[in-house]
């Protein structure tokens, strides 16, 4: 049984509905915010999820990122310590999806020392009617990138809760494999 | 039971994992270690019930970047000064090993590390070991 701490950061265009994740994710219930705002700089979320199958249980820090570019550059700075990155689009807009890419070069580029992993996340998954972007590209695009990829609505809070479910899992399932390395490397020195 | 065992204990540590517990930093073999449990930084700090004196210091790690050590001989683990702060190289995973002699023996009740950041979301340490050489017959603590 253990509690494991990690950074995860939320980044993608504006309007894709990164913060209403954050919220419906941190708050459970029905958190989705009614109105928009646009964030500033970043917020910090936090939320504690209990792995599957196991004692052990993951704390996040959610840091979610403004994505007005004018912040990209103090961003960064903040980005260098993170543990995961989820990059969200909305399936209701073709430029977000477009832009992922760009989201993804950003954040390799000041990602620290950290082995880090990450999740693409389509959101709005309750707007169908006005689908721009198909499941299969954002799927292909993941796969492309060695990401997992997940939709969802935070509206509906549908989905939500497998993407922190998969991050989590895997965050510990790291923790594990680092613990085994070291225990294995003790056996082999004496 | 060597000196470290009875008279040192860790009166704080800020990660818990109950299968690789601070207590294992003063264990003497290298095989059993404290794990970090994501974010930093990470600190612990030593108590002595009976203050020491010592010049030498052996850490062992993995995935550490940066570290402080500070020590007190205050009773109360408050008002400690920096005596080592160091950034070590990526390692790749193995133990990183630092071996460090101070300009003098200090005396010391409280000993604390920080460790500022790491090559990795968990780093881990495996021993500590201070060492008063010649100074008070050369016991090893």
């Given at each position: 049984m253990v509690l494991l701490h990690g950074k995860l950061v939320v980044a993608g265009d504006m309007t894709v509905g990164k913060t209403a994740i954050c919220h419906v994710a941190g708050n459970d219930v029905t958190?989705?915010?009614?109105?928009?705002?646009?964030?500033?700089?970043?917020?910090?979320?936090?939320?504690?999820?209990?792995?599957?199958?196991?004692?052990?249980?993951?704390?996040?820090?959610?840091?979610?990122?403004?994505?007005?570019?004018?912040?990209?550059d103090s961003l960064k700075d903040a980005w260098?310590?993170?543990?995961?990155?989820?990059?969200?689009?909305?399936?209701?807009?073709?430029?977000?999806?477009?832009?992922?890419?760009?989201?993804?070069?950003?954040?390799?580029?000041?990602?620290?020392?950290?082995?880090?992993?990450?999740?693409?996340?389509?959101?709005?998954?309750?707007?169908?009617?006005?689908?721009?972007?198909?499941?299969q590209e954002g799927k292909q695009l993941a796969t492309s990138r060695k990401m997992e990829f997940f939709e969802c609505s935070a509206k509906d809070n549908k989905g939500i809760a497998e993407i922190f479910k998969h991050l989590a899992s895997e965050f510990v399932s790291r923790y594990r494999k680092r613990i085994r390395t070291l225990e294995k490397m003790g056996r082999e020195t004496y | 039971?060597?000196?470290?065992?009875?008279?040192?204990?860790?009166?704080?540590?800020?990660?818990?994992?109950?299968?690789?517990?601070?207590?294992?930093?003063?264990?003497?073999?290298?095989?059993?270690?404290?794990?970090?449990?994501?974010?930093?930084?990470?600190?612990?700090?030593?108590?002595?019930?009976?203050?020491?004196?010592?010049?030498?210091i052996r850490f062992v790690t993995s995935n550490v970047k940066r570290f402080v050590m500070f020590t007190t001989s205050n009773q109360e683990p408050k008002n400690f000064e920096t005596i080592f702060e160091k950034?070590?190289?990526?390692?790749?995973?193995?133990?990183?090993?630092?071996?460090?002699?101070?300009?003098?023996?200090?005396?010391?009740?409280?000993?604390?590390?920080?460790?500022?950041?790491g090559y990795d979301s968990f780093s881990s340490v495996h021993s500590l070991k201070f060492d008063a050489e010649n100074s008070r017959m050369g016991k090893k603590y």
């Open positions: 958190a989705f915010p009614k109105s928009y705002n646009c964030t500033n700089m970043a917020d910090l979320v936090l939320k504690q999820i209990r792995v599957p199958d196991s004692d052990d249980t993951v704390e996040f820090f959610l840091f979610d990122s403004s994505g007005n570019s004018i912040y990209l260098v310590t993170m543990d995961m990155y989820c990059i969200v689009y909305d399936i209701t807009d073709r430029n977000s999806f477009k832009n992922c890419g760009m989201w993804l070069e950003q954040l390799s580029q000041s990602r620290g020392d950290h082995n880090v992993f990450g999740v693409l996340v389509g959101n709005k998954k309750d707007k169908e009617n006005y689908r721009a972007v198909s499941t | 039971m060597t000196l470290t065992e009875s008279n040192a204990f860790v009166s704080m540590a800020s990660s818990a994992d109950q299968d690789y517990p601070a207590s294992n930093i003063l264990d003497s073999s290298e095989k059993v270690f404290w794990m970090t449990t994501g974010l930093y930084p990470q600190e612990f700090i030593i108590t002595f019930k009976e203050p020491i004196e010592f010049r030498h950034t070590l190289p990526n390692n790749e995973n193995n133990l990183q090993i630092t071996d460090y002699t101070l300009d003098r023996s200090i005396d010391v009740r409280h000993f604390k590390c920080v460790i500022l950041a």
